[in-house]
């Protein structure tokens, strides 16, 4: 990098950008961007603070506990194991009434199991075997029941056998019922007791009826008469999944009970009430799939007269029950307020008032404080002006005119004093009488102008003429005339006169230093060299 170029960095460091304003007199951008302010100023109005409710301050950290309950009897009457009454204490693990609990429905039950050796199931293939050296002993089968002894049993003649194991004997040898052992259980009863608080607004309440009444929860079940009783038939959990209960009590699955807080505090607490749904979880796959239902093992022991221990061991299938509970609480607080009607008011910054556009700017910088993504974001505001921009800018076919309007760079230079001849040797930009302007019967032959000429030479005379909007050409230049002046023949205070061919621009401003000259008699300039070349 040269000399130049260094140097052209460490000034740019020191550069100063501020905004300027352009109003464009353009009706086809204009109206769009009107277009884009209601737009947005419906989306804060309806989706922001009716259906969202912006003005509110949320709570989601909610604190639940929940406490289950199943009541009901069944009989049945099997080989394995007789005549027998099933209570809640039979057929519901755990029994602590937990968000998790397990409902069974059907059962394999392999019973009077001992500890001893026995052959091991023919259904197992690791447990296959030609000869005694095919079953290592002390090796456990793989997927098996135990642990092999070194000696294939076989069956008669047949060549394979299977390697005998020391285990719980008999092993499990029987496929699932085709019918559901309790199928009866689909009127059996769910009770539910939710108890819910947000933390932050120090909000508590639970789903149940607050009530003296000893028979209202012997007597009630859920539904839309009596939404504070979470009694809910098993039957009819599973059929609101869209499952048919023996299908599932067959093979088992599992259900989701969804409980949904959603409560405006700006209400009454009467009004905060609990939403049910209910979903199957499971991958319901094809009837014959390995992968289909839920099932587990599990065994009750027992010792005989004589101290030898033996168990039932129990296959059971069954429906999963998972009751998950969320919500979230909503209060009104000025703080989303402020931000929400700051970022509506931003909308509109150009035209309300200064405190408005403080407030306005103060909400969107909380905004982008409060959530470190939403920096990124840029204020409704900003958005519409900036799709306006570009549509300005780049898409119309004046682009080039009111992009040479919107950006210019600004620099201040010092007025130089004069030496004889109206030069002054030395400088970069120097002050020179400008051809042409002592015509003008309103500036007097003592004007300067400061221009970009080379260091001394003398101005070229003006090429073709071409003036911008609102400027008349006179005498060689192209004033400026600003509201109700336009169309008069000399600049005011203020205005800008340019020479067409970009050897200088003057800025006319008033002279109250001499009462010989007229107001807008003195000129004087502020402007980079960059900006004449443009």
Same mark, same amino acid.
């Given at each position: ?13 020191? !550069? ?33 603070? #009716? ?10 950290? #909610? ?258 029950? !998972? ?91 010092? #007025? ?78 203020? !205005?800008?006169?340019?020479?067409? !061919? ?33």
């Amino acid at each position: 990098m040269g000399q130049a170029g260094c140097k052209g960095l460490s000034q740019s460091l020191l !550069d100063y950008k501020t905004e300027k304003y352009v109003i464009a007199k353009n009706k086809k951008v204009g109206l769009l961007y009107r277009l884009l302010q209601v737009s947005i100023l419906t989306y804060l109005v309806v989706w922001v603070f #009716l259906v969202k409710k912006g003005y509110q301050d949320t709570d989601t950290s #909610l604190q639940s506990s929940i406490i289950t309950k199943v009541k009901g009897v069944t009989f049945t009457n099997t080989s394995e194991l007789g005549e027998r009454l099933w209570d809640v204490a039979d057929y519901v693990i755990p029994p602590q009434g937990e968000n998790v609990f397990f409902v069974v429905t059907n059962l394999i039950v392999t019973p009077n199991q001992q500890q001893k050796t026995c052959a091991e199931s023919e259904s197992i293939p690791d447990a296959l075997c030609y000869r005694d050296s095919d079953c290592p002993p002390g090796e456990p089968v793989v997927a098996g029941n135990g642990v092999r002894t070194g000696h294939c049993l076989r069956v008669g003649n047949m060549q394979r056998g299977t390697c005998e194991i020391f285990a719980w004997c008999p092993v499990e040898t029987k496929s699932r019922p085709a019918k559901p052992l309790l199928g009866k259980a689909e009127d059996f009863t769910i009770y539910i007791k939710n108890f819910i608080r947000f933390p932050k607004f120090n909000f508590s309440k639970t789903n149940v009826l607050d009530t003296k009444d000893k028979a209202f929860l012997k007597s009630c079940h859920f539904g839309p008469e009596n939404p504070y009783c979470p009694i809910f038939r098993l039957g009819s959990v599973v059929s609101w999944t869209g499952s048919n209960f023996q299908e599932i009590a067959l093979q088992g699955g599992v259900i989701g009970i969804q409980i949904e807080w959603d409560c405006d505090l700006d209400k009454a607490p009467s009004e905060c009430n609990p939403r049910y749904s209910f979903s199957r979880l499971d991958n319901k796959f094809s009837e014959n799939s390995i992968s289909s239902g839920y099932n587990f093992r599990f065994a009750k022991y027992y010792r005989d007269g004589a101290g030898v221990e033996f168990r039932t061991l129990m296959k059971a299938y069954g429906i999963r029950f !998972d009751v998950m509970v969320n919500g979230k609480a909503g209060k009104f607080n000025i703080i989303p307020t402020i931000i929400n009607i700051g970022s509506g008011v931003a909308l509109m910054g150009a035209e309300t008032p200064p405190p408005l556009r403080a407030a306005a700017g103060v909400a969107l910088w909380w905004t982008r404080r409060a959530c470190a993504p939403c920096a990124l974001v840029r204020s409704p505001c900003e958005q519409g002006a900036f799709f306006c921009d570009l549509v300005l800018i780049y898409l119309i076919k004046k682009s080039h005119f009111y992009r040479d309007k919107k950006y210019e760079e600004v620099r201040s230079v010092m #007025l130089l004093p004069l030496q004889p001849g109206g030069t002054f040797v030395g400088a970069p930009l120097i002050r020179a009488p400008l051809p042409g302007l002592e015509t003008l019967p309103w500036l007097d032959g003592n004007a300067w102008c400061v221009t970009a000429g080379p260091l001394g030479a003398p101005l070229e005379g003006p090429r073709k003429v071409e003036c911008s909007e609102n400027m008349l050409y006179r005498a060689g230049f192209c004033l400026r005339a600003a509201g109700r002046r336009k169309g008069l023949q000399r600049p005011w205070a203020g !205005d800008l006169v340019s020479r067409p !061919d970009s050897a200088a621009i003057c800025h006319v401003t008033s002279d109250k230093s001499s009462d010989k000259r007229p107001p807008w008699a003195s000129v004087s300039l502020s402007v980079s060299v960059l900006a004449l070349m443009f």
